[in-house]
């Protein structure tokens, strides 16, 4: 197994390119009682690499997502994006931007007033491409996913795939290096699911970026990272690191596959009943 | 091609039904039904309105059908114009900042329920005679409700969308601007419509009471002159008119602001 468990909190991770979070805690005060999302998470994205994040649901993925685009403050700990201080205000309302990274939600925040064009000319709006070059290049990244003859739809005429895809186009529209994925494909169906999975192993091969993947789903984490990190059940912490070696394409069938696959569900399973057994311990109501 | 086809039998009974009434109308009258004299049918009131030369009134004052419509019509679409835009922006400037809110939308909320008809005296004795007064009017029948539906609406713009603009680097007056208004016209709009019919009628209250053209003028000169087909042209051609403002309300809406907030930002299609 090529596991390894990570370090005990004081560790130092040395700021490189991509993401390092550094003993990073979140706490949703709004709320009566506060709840602790995220303790003590530390983690390495390094920049081309493809890394993805499994944890039991309300662990903290969207929190820490949230974080590392920018838009939401950890509470201590810090967050380096390429070797610079991450900072925002909580709310995000005065958050500074990091147009370097992108982000692609499971229900695609699409607008719904734009085309297909008109959503991801939205995305390339402040990329600094100039403007007489935009159109051009829009028209170059709509035949790169595949949605050239699609280019006049809005958005409630495409099928979930066609959505997701435009939304990739968008983050992809802005030069973003960084594509911060929640849960991309959980609303697709299964087929739409593995072309998805080709197909974004596809434009991370060819644009060299950097991807941050949250699934929920063994499998799709297995086939498409180099890394995949394992968080607990809340307050979500890092239990273990794991580096999938196996060439590329990968084959489920593959029996160093199925041994990955093995550990990380039986991990899944204890984590997904610890936090049934934290939910059923406090009185509802 | 189903929904054409809906749309077509729906028209052809609808225009059967109106003939049938007019035949009817028509009929008793020539029956000799005794109330024919409050109630001219359209053959006797649209001949008599040709022999006037398409003229209302008397002498120097008469004025032409046409005009009182042309004016009516310029009335309401300012005092709605006005009314969205002023709105919106209102609302916006509102939310914007969270105890702004707190101070002013209850008296937004206390001025809301005061009828466009109540403003009529206000509004002459401000403006006067004249089309400021109509415009301002249909302008306070609207604003104050859009306004509330502006900030109601603006609390449900999803975050996501708003993190989406953020993280692709645009500023907060740019996220206003290209997601959060985007976000809500339709909502404002379809609200302005529904607004229309009671700032319509203030119109023509106003046009009986103070102002002295108008549609709402046309039936006061025809009470004025106990000449009922007078009467009876002004009601047909408010009604009219209502119904053609309404069916342009209708093609704005779906021609500028159709979306469906629920789709397309949604997993489920
Ligand atoms: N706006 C909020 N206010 C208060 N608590 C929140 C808010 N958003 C999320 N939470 C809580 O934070 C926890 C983690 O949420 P989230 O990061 O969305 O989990 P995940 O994406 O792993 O399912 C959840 O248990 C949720 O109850
Ligand atoms: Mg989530």
Redesign the pocket.
Known sequence: MNTKHTTTASSKIEPVKGFSCQNVHFT?K??EQP?D??KDVSLQIHSGEFVSII????????????ILGGVSKPDSGTVYLDGQILGSSKQGVTAPTTSDVGVIFQDYGLLPWLTVRGNVAFGMKMSGIPKNEQKNAIIELLSKVGLLDFANHYPHQLSGGMKQRTSIARALANQSQYLLM??PFSALDFQTRLMMQEFLTDIWQQFKKTIVF?THHVEEAILLSDKIYL?SA?P?TVLEEVTIDLPRPRNVADAKFNEYRNHITSYLQKEVLKSFEEQNAIPLG | MKANKDTIISFVCGLTSIIVLWAIWELTTALGWQYARVLPPPSQFLADFADSGFKIGLGSQAASVPESVASSFFRVFMGLSIGFVAAITFGVLVSMNIWVKRFVLPIVELLAPIAPIAWIPIALVLFGIGNQTAIFIVFMGVFFILTIVTVKLISTVPQHLINVARTLGYKNYQIWLYVIIPYILPGVFTMLRINFIAAWMAVLAAEMTGLRDGLGAIVMTGRNLFNSDLILLGMCLIGISGFIIDVILRFIQNKFFWWDTNQGTSAHK
């Open positions: 949703w709004d709320s709840v999302v995220l944890g039991p649901s309300g662990c903290g993925k969207t929190t820490l997502l949230n929640d849960e949250i968080l809340r979500g």
